[in-house]
């Protein structure tokens, strides 16, 4: 999987600086990519409480460990999944079968 930044928006003066939202594309090679946002706020909560370990997590680290300043230098930015980076290593890559039950 491949994470990348795609754009940036600044929050209007009047919000909170925890609303900074960033879109994102996620590509896994399999399907066409999708594109999505994130705001820092579910950034900061998410980081908080997953430990790092593909493409997603490296991006969202990344928002939020980089000073806010420096939020635009983020567009445009790669996060590889590092399972990927290694193809040598032995993992088994998650099929449906791995989602559980569905209602």
Known sequence: M????VSHEV??????AEI???RFKLD??????LTESISLRTARVIV??????NAFIKML???VQTPPGDYDSLVGKDFPDHYR?????DRRMPGPDSEGPRP
């Open 2 to 5: 491949r994470a990348t930044i």
């Open 11 to 16: 929050p209007p003066e009047s919000s909170a």
């Open 20 to 22: 900074h939202r960033f």
């Open 28 to 33: 896994d090679g399999n399907a066409p990519p």
């Open 48 to 53: 908080d409480n997953l430990a790092d370990g």
């Open 61 to 63: 680290h990344a928002i």
């Open 85 to 89: 980076s290694n193809p040598g290593a």
